[in-house]
RNA sequence: CGGGGAGUAGCGCAGUCUGGUAUGCGCGCCUGCCUUGGGAGCAGGAGGUCGGCGGUUCGAAUCCGCUCUCCCCGACCA
């Protein structure tokens, strides 16, 4: 369903969300030729806003994807952010096998149902029929299990606090670049636990870390909640999630973590003997977020114009467009660049950049060493400036700096914000790293509170199915209601309305009403939204 | 997996109905000149066998069958 976007366009869905509108009047000569507006399509915007940013392509393989360079920057922000959140609270990195045993997915009842028919199988090897089935890994607790079966005999022994990143398959009818792909990367996090409570205690300090990192990293506000029975991770005994709003108003699940009880302990023998002297099953817990985040991240951010970074995670924080007409003007616009750049990052930075321009001439001088974040000057003499307005706004840089013969003889650049479209003359002598970094850090901000808006805009109560119905046929967003969860009822409204159950708030209890969908007493909140 | 749409140069398309040599169009790309504060201009040039396989035909981008991939809707599902 088409949802209005342009500012001040015709809504044709009069409860629909809608998008951050762009700082000045979109004018058609300045708006980019190659992105489908969000209001015309959002889908198709989506999907422009990826090829126009080079972040990934399709491949020959239905329904995988190929990350190209500008999109696995992305990738690696993240993982370089999270690894050092989880090893800041003792987790350690390892890997587990691709493969696993086809058997080993029958040993939990609920898992083999929730994952068989997404499974893609290896039947043959070396030209060989294999003698079992190896099951491409959907994810990883029962290979994890077995090991730890076999790793974990004492209550001396625990926790275990492991995590690896790696790839998973889940054979996937429809697929999206990032949102769903049959193959995708991830981060998955596997604990095992004295007790029931120390379990539990991860589980939600896990699904803490998702949100921090979600909201101070991604800038996006996220609620945090537990699943209902029939969104729960096929074999836990609990599921607990961060969820966003996107620009269309639909809901995107953007990271999970599970308490999966004894339930894994007791399929793969996961057993120690407790302090107690008693043989008992360990507690475990899984919790994962995967390349999802990225395109959660275009569809949080982004505009008509491509895509927007938050300046923590994006790989290159601005880009340096040298102006000028002749030969004089570009030896005066390009000296004073680079005394201005030695002067923020240093001369032996300047100079080592002169080995790194890759394949073109766009030379990334490195701005933070720790998260390999970088400052580019496009040098490119086949582009004029314009173009490369363009060109850098469409990869998302929070920055742009602008430096052209008039402001050399000024002694300043032209420091433009992405985000808002801003611009401000600054002289060279304050283009410090505490001017950028506070820059840096409004914007962040800014995109923060600017998605927190957009989605607490478009969050409202509702107490009436009539009501709730009526929300959903024309437009998007969250509806928080009073609702006692069935899977019943759930899927029959799912059926009526395309809503579920995104999650149960986590952290309030909320005052006794009336179910939404059959009028009885409940003391239970939930939000419900149409979602990815 | 069901319904609908699409696949012709890197991208966007015309040509397909009514078979007859793709010197095809715009953008991009390469060379040169010229230009450079929001996608410049001129000149010259490279690049496609029409998603794939098979069939009909003297002849297939065009007609028929099968198949692959993408997009939208639905079902299923993290």
């Given amino acids: 369903m088409p949802v209005p976007f342009a500012p001040g366009g015709p809504r044709r869905h009069p409860g629909a969300a809608r998008g951050h509108p762009p700082a000045g009047p979109p004018r058609e000569d300045e708006m980019a030729r190659n992105i489908t507006t969000r209001e015309k399509d959002y889908s198709q915007w989506y999907l422009d806003v990826i090829a126009a940013a080079e972040m990934a392509d399709y491949s020959p393989v239905r329904g995988c994807m190929v990350i190209r360079p500008t999109g696995y920057a992305l990738w690696e922000a993240i993982q370089r952010e999270l690894d050092g959140r989880f090893k800041e609270l003792g987790h350690q990195n390892c890997y587990f096998p691709l493969f696993i045993p086809e058997s080993f997915f029958k040993k939990e009842a609920e898992h083999v149902e929730g994952f068989a028919p997404e499974c893609a199988v290896v039947t043959h090897g070396g030209g060989e029929r294999l003698e079992e089935p190896l099951c491409i890994r959907p994810t990883s607790e029962t290979m994890i299990g077995h090991m730890w079966s076999q790793w974990v005999h004492s209550w001396r022994d625990l926790p275990v606090l492991n995590n690896q990143w790696a790839n998973v398959v889940r054979w996937e009818r429809r697929t999206r670049l990032f949102l769903r792909t049959s193959e995708f990367l991830w981060q998955e996090g596997h604990t095992a636990h004295e007790t029931e409570a120390e379990a539990m205690e991860e589980t939600m300090r896990m699904l803490e870390v998702y949100r921090s990192f979600a909201e101070d990293f991604l800038a996006i506000p996220v609620l945090v909640g537990e699943k209902t029975e029939s969104e729960r991770f096929a074999g836990a005994v609990k599921t607990f999630c961060i969820e966003g709003m996107m620009q269309d108003g639909k809901a995107l699940q953007m990271g999970t973590s599970h308490f999966l009880g004894q339930n894994f302990a007791r399929a793969f023998d996961i057993r120690f003997e407790g302090r107690d002297q008693k ?53 005066k616009v390009l000296a004073f660049v680079e005394k201005t750049l030695a002067g923020l990052l240093g001369e032996d930075e300047v100079a080592a950049s002169l080995t790194r321009f890759g394949n073109s001439q766009v030379q990334q001088l490195f701005y933070a060493q720790a998260s390999g974040q970088s400052i580019v000057v496009d040098r490119r003499e086949t582009m004029r400036p314009g173009e490369k307005h363009y060109f850098w706004e469409q990869r998302g840089l929070p920055l742009r700096i602008e430096v052209g013969p008039r ?107 009336t179910d939404v969908f059959t009028g009885d007493p409940s003391t239970t909140e939930v939000v419900f939204a149409i979602s990815y």
């Fill in 407 to 513: 402001d050399v003889d000024g002694g300043n650049l032209v420091v433009k914000s992405r985000l808002d479209g801003s611009k401000e003359v600054v002289p060279a002598a304050a283009l410090t790293r505490g001017y950028l970094d506070a820059k840096l850090a409004g914007i962040q901000k800014a995109m923060y509170d600017r998605a927190k808006s957009f989605r607490d805009a478009n969050t409202h109560a509702c107490g009436s199915y009539r009501e709730f119905s009526k929300f959903f046929e024309a437009g998007r967003g969250f509806l928080r209601c009073h609702f006692n969860p069935s899977s019943q009822a759930e899927a029959q409204i799912k059926t009526e309305t395309k809503a579920t159950v995104r999650l149960i708030p986590v952290g309030h209890t909320p005052a006794p009403g």
């Fill in 279 to 331: 043989l008992q099953h360990a507690w475990t817990t899984s919790w994962g977020v995967s390349t999802r985040l990225i395109g959660a991240v275009i569809m949080v951010h982004s505009d008509d114009e491509g895509l927007i970074l938050p300046p923590r995670m994006a790989p290159a924080l601005a880009a340096v467009i040298p102006i000028f007409r002749n030969d004089d003007e570009k030896a």
